[in-house]
């Protein structure tokens, strides 16, 4: 049975960079449906007791391909958003410390420069998706943007995810409309980098 993350938050509290209706929508209906859908399918395919990320990065065991779509979308989309609402938080904002911010800096200069770059993939990313930073089992990083509800596990480029931004506009759409950018800005405001230095600590090896 595959679990939302229970939120710590209320819906409110990511105001105003990420407004209460759109927070309650995206998580109680979008984020519920790909939950359940994924729950059904998994059932059905007899994979419900497989880890996400394991059973992400199998899909072509999937023989059926009505089976095998189904569970990329909605296992992708549970994935997903279980990343994107561990990492946001109303007292977020500021800069990675620790091994995290140092390769950051490390790798794309600096903190700053590092921001621009994967804001502008999750700004360039046509239609629906999501923006990555990704890492190696030796703490290398990686950023990358993926349509629909792929990831980087599910492309099969080896890399763990750590942070993600949902450019899919039931993400921002009720308060940003078409400025994509501006959510993409303000998104920064909220987000939890101790987080962020957990899921990078947890994948390092
Ligand atoms: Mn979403």
């Known amino acids: 049975m595959f679990k939302q993350y229970p939120l710590p938050y209320d819906y409110d509290a990511l105001e105003p960079s990420i407004d209460a209706l759109t927070v309650e929508t995206h998580y ?9 859908n994924l729950n059904m399918l998994a059932e059905k ?9 394991d059973l992400l990065a199998n899909l072509d065991k999937i023989d059926d391909p009505v089976l095998r779509t189904g569970i990329r979308n909605n296992g992708g989309g549970f994935y997903n958003h279980n990343l994107y609402f561990s990492e946001l938080s109303p007292r977020g904002g500021g800069e ?5 911010g140092e390769k950051i800096r490390e790798t794309f200069g600096s903190f700053e420069a590092f921001k621009d770059k994967i804001s502008d993939l999750a700004v360039s990313q046509f239609g629906s998706g999501w923006a990555w930073l990704s890492t190696d089992k030796q703490g290398n990083l990686y950023i990358s943007q993926s349509p629909n509800q792929d990831n980087p596990i599910s492309l099969k480029t080896g890399h763990t995810p750590i942070f993600t931004i949902d450019v899919w506009e039931h993400a921002y759409y009720l308060k940003y409309k078409n400025l994509r950018a501006e959510y993409v800005k303000n998104f920064f405001n909220i987000v939890n980098w101790k987080a962020v230095e957990e899921n990078y600590n947890k994948a390092v090896e």
């Open 28 to 36: 109680c209906k979008h984020h519920a449906a790909y939950t359940a």
């Open 96 to 100: 990675p410390q620790g091994k995290l």
């Open 45 to 53: 395919a007899g994979v419900e007791e497989m880890e996400i990320t």
